[in-house]
């Protein structure tokens, strides 16, 4: 478990020394800071990935590491139809909704077959990758980007991960179904416009 | 090793961003940074790596040597097509990401990888230069960069042993692989924001060759 902290926590601290160079980096430095800030500016993209790594950590281990493996795959596949005009119908509100539904399998403890909890994910992965791919032609540097945001959503997920650890504490299943419960919010916040 | 292994790689984002030419510092110490430079020699280098430490001691043994030969047949090549460069980069670092992402054991086509990958960053570093002892200072310099950082990154990944740190190999390998997908991806289905984004980042800006990020002689 320790390790585990020093590693995550190195990771965070290495990947915020790409803040400190921002203003001297050119058109690459741009597009990894605005594509790692992208998943982190947008509440709706940070609450959902942090979802994913609860829910995650909450099914076992196996899915564990399959979900944030699969997700940004999948998410691939939604970049690419966004990068190729593809229309894909109600693509915030299928954010919104990834919030509102992950949060509620969490508070409600759900715990489908692990094909099942990857389809779930991987839909949803989808309409973030379409909303990432929509961005990444407009972006100065499309692989400082593309790196940049496929990194903030992966840190996004081990927080989720790190935070579903507390289940091993006394009250920390209580915990997990309470952050649950306030993604779900979240979501319904995002999808009535409240939020 | 571990802990200034860990540390190196922390330091990768922040080094990755420095697109800028590095004045002063001279041609070998440029061409020594420039795989670290560019973005799509860093995730072929990162992918590699993990491939070559998952293989084992034996994945390595057969893989660095190839790599470094295929660098040194890159690196006496004249340099092609920047952009055909970079893209057959991302396709290799895409293929190898995929093989760390499905923790499979190939040693030899994992050293067909290497050898393939050596050659594209060989090409993609390679460039003209102000005169002989400028270059091969370069060549050096990105000769022995590019050796290392695998070396060192193959010799990281050799030692995550424990199930998550496995895991945690494979999952950097999806992240490589999705990131190197889209830019495939963005350069096929929409070839003009291609090359809007290669007007955005001018080949100087994004790609430098290293010969391109020395300072020029003073008369």
């Known amino acids: 478990m320790k390790k585990i902290s020093v590693l995550i926590t190195a990771l965070f601290f290495g990947l915020l020394s790409v803040g400190v160079h921002a203003h001297a980096g050119g058109a690459a430095a741009d597009g990894l800071m605005s594509g790692f800030l992208h998943p982190l500016l947008g509440f709706d993209h940070l609450v959902a990935m942090i979802a994913v790594g609860i829910w995650g950590a909450f099914l076992g281990p196996r899915a564990i590491w399959m979900l944030p493996i699969a997700f940004p795959l999948v998410m691939v596949l939604g970049g690419i139809l966004g990068m190729a005009g593809v229309p894909l119908p109600a693509v915030e509100t299928g954010i919104a909704a990834s919030a509102l539904v992950i949060g509620a399998l969490i508070a409600l403890a759900v715990r489908p077959p692990l094909w099942l909890a990857l389809l779930i994910v991987a839909v949803f992965a989808v309409f973030h990758g379409h909303a990432h791919g929509t961005e990444l032609p407009a972006a100065t540097d499309a692989l400082g980007y593309s790196i940049g945001f496929v990194l903030a959503t992966g840190l996004l997920h081990l927080c989720g991960i790190a935070f579903a650890l507390v289940d091993r504490l006394p009250h920390g299943k209580l915990a997990i179904r309470l952050a649950g419960s306030a993604i779900g919010l979240a979501g319904l916040g995002f999808l009535s416009g409240t939020l | ?219």
């Not at chain 2, 594209?120 to 570093?125: A, P």
């Open chain 2, 1 to 219: 090793v571990r802990r200034s292994s860990l540390a190196s790689l922390c330091l990768l984002p922040a080094t990755a961003q420095a697109h800028s030419p590095i004045q002063g510092i001279g041609e070998f110490y440029n061409g020594l940074l420039h795989p670290l430079l560019v973005p799509a020699q860093l995730l072929m280098l990162l992918a590699l790596g993990l491939l070559l430490g998952q293989g084992g001691l034996r994945g390595r043994q057969l893989g660095l040597p190839l790599f470094v030969l295929g660098l040194c047949i890159g690196l006496a090549w004249d340099s092609l097509d920047p952009r055909l460069l970079e893209t057959a980069l991302l396709l290799c670092a895409a293929l190898t990401s995929l093989l760390v992402l499905g923790a499979l054991r190939l040693p030899l086509l994992a050293a067909m990888l290497a050898a393939g990958a050596g050659v594209l960053l060989g090409l993609d570093s390679s460039g003209e230069s102000a005169g002989l002892q400028a270059r091969l200072a370069t060549t050096l310099g990105i000769l022995l960069g590019a050796s290392l950082a695998l070396l060192l990154l193959s010799d990281l990944a050799d030692r995550l042993q424990l199930p998550w740190q496995k895991i945690g190999a494979r999952i950097l390998g999806s992240w490589i692989c999705a990131s190197a997908l889209l830019v495939l991806a963005l350069g096929l289905l929409q070839p003009a924001a291609g090359s809007a984004s290669a007007t955005l980042m001018p080949e100087t800006a994004s790609r430098p060759a290293a010969a391109e990020m020395l300072p020029r002689p003073v008369p």
